[in-house]
C-alpha cells in the first residue's frame, strides 16, 4: 500500500490525500513546500476503537482522520511543532512535541489507544524509520 501524502491547502484548508505535491482539490491553490520537513505517522492495529479514525491535529489545526493501520506523511515547516490526536470520544492524548532541523527534517510517530478503565488514552511514540511502513 503506497504511503500518501496529507496535503493541508495554504489558502482554503482544504486538507486532502495525494501522492505528490498537487493543486488544491478544492480552489485549484498549487501546494508546493520548498524547504519542508516530514511527519510520518503509523496507526498501529488495534482492536479497540478500530471502526472510528482517528483525528489528527498539528499546532492546533485539523489534519483529517487517520484509519486503521493507516500510514500517512505530512509535510511540515521546519521548527517544532505539536501533534495531538483524538479517536470517537477519546479526547485524552498524551501530546507529543517534535522538531524538524535541515540536519533531521523527519519525524516518525506510532500511534495506538490504550484501554483505560475510566477512558481510554492514545498514546504517541516517537519510532525508528525502520518502524514505519515504507512505499
Ligand atoms: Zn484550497
Redesign the pocket.
Known amino acids: 500500500m503506497a504511503i500518501m501524502l496529507r496535503l493541508k491547502?495554504p489558502?482554503?484548508g482544504?486538507v486532502m490525500n495525494a501522492a505528490g505535491f498537487c493543486n488544491?482539490t478544492?480552489?485549484g491553490?498549487p501546494i508546493r513546500y520548498n524547504g519542508w520537513g516530514m511527519l510520518q505517522i503509523y496507526r498501529m492495529g488495534s482492536p479497540v476503537g478500530i471502526a472510528a479514525g482517528y483525528g489528527i491535529y498539528l499546532d492546533g489545526q485539523p489534519y483529517g482522520h487517520l484509519a486503521n493501520k493507516e500510514s500517512i506523511r505530512i509535510p511540515l515547516p521546519m521548527g517544532t511543532h505539536t501533534l495531538h490526536m483524538t479517536c470517537g470520544m477519546t479526547r485524552r492524548c498524551e501530546d507529543l512535541t517534535f522538531t524538524l532541523t535541515p540536519e533531521a527534517p523527519a519525524a516518525y510517530v506510532k500511534a495506538s489507544i490504550r484501554m483505560g478503565f475510566w477512558s481510554n488514552t492514545i498514546h504517541l511514540t516517537p519510532a525508528d524509520p525502520s518502524e514505519m511502513p515504507q512505499a
Open positions: 491547502c489558502s482554503c482544504e488544491c478544492k480552489c491553490t
